[in-house]
């Protein structure tokens, strides 16, 4: 067969610019495709909601790949393991509790399962804003505001396009950049004991994984907190290439928010 480079550009132009228009009106955006940010869009996309993961760099997987200090092992607990033994991530117990799995299988694994379960997946899109609507005590978050990766790399002064969401969640990671820039633009108060972002405390394992879980949940009106933003939006501690808490971050904010969107 004798390739013609027309009808490959217009294939990828067409499907992709299809898959972006059907993501303009989204149930869930989720911001960063970290281990929570990913088994959350796993858990919602294969119960049919229409979910989609925005990730700045070009690999997903947030920083799982390099489990502690580049070794790319992970460790998980027990009330964990079966996220990664579901996905079918060989996990090998090490001591009794402690299980390890292989960080890069671990990486590719969920974001196989993600994809392969109707999550739509653009990565090399920075999420730079949120829109707003309604004043005082009917103020939410709608929808998030996108650009190209390379676009805010360079520094370009190119503007940004919007999607609308029901419910965005924020699974950046430490960086939180999702609340900061909320916080800072409307002096908005969010639903912590502050009213502000807590900032991430120092390392804290076994209290950092239990916390993790129970400070996912929505902070802002249309807004929920996953993974290690959540604990750092609470200001929980850090636990290290301990991945637990993380799966089961994503699998609760699915949980919760697939229960709201079924009314
Ligand atoms: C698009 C963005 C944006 C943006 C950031 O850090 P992650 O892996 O997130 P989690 O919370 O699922 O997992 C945390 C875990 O990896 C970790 O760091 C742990 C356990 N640390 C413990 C410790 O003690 O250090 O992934 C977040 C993703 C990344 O891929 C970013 O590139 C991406 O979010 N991201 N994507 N728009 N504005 N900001």
Not at 184 to 192: C, E, I, M, S, Y
Request: glycine share 12%; charged share 20%; with cysteine.
């Amino acid at each position: 067969m004798m390739i013609d480079e027309n009808i490959v550009t217009k294939a990828i132009a067409t499907r992709f610019f299809h898959k972006f228009l059907d993501s303009v009106e989204l149930d869930v955006a989720i911001v960063g495709a970290g281990p929570s940010g990913l088994t959350c869009a796993w858990r919602l996309a294969a119960q049919g909601f229409k979910v989609a993961v925005f990730e700045r760099k070009l690999s997903l997987g947030g920083g799982m790949w390099g489990g502690g200090m580049t070794w790319n092992e992970i460790v998980v607990q027990e009330e964990s393991r079966h996220v990664l033994d579901e996905a079918g991530v060989p996990v090998f117990e090490f001591a009794p509790g402690y299980f390890t799995a292989d960080a890069v299988a671990a990486s590719v694994t969920l974001a196989s399962k993600a994809c392969l379960a109707g999550a739509r997946i653009f990565n090399c899109m920075s999420v730079e804003d949120v829109c707003m609507r309604g004043e005082g005590e009917d103020v939410r978050v709608t929808g998030i505001v996108v650009n190209s990766s390379p676009v805010e790399m360079a520094g370009l002064h190119v503007d940004p396009l919007a999607l609308s969401c029901t419910y965005l969640i924020e699974a950046t990671g430490h960086a939180m950049e999702v609340l900061h820039t909320l916080t800072r633009k409307n002096g908005v108060r969010l639903k912590t004991p502050t009213g502000e972002v807590m900032g991430e405390r120092s390392m804290w394992a076994d209290t950092a994984e239990r916390t993790t879980p129970e400070n996912t949940r929505e902070v802002f009106p249309g807004v929920w907190v996953a993974g290690m933003a959540a604990n750092a939006c609470f200001g929980g501690y850090r636990m290290g290439p301990v991945f637990g808490g993380m799966l089961l971050s994503g699998e609760k904010a699915a949980r919760e928010i697939a229960a709201k969107l079924r009314g």
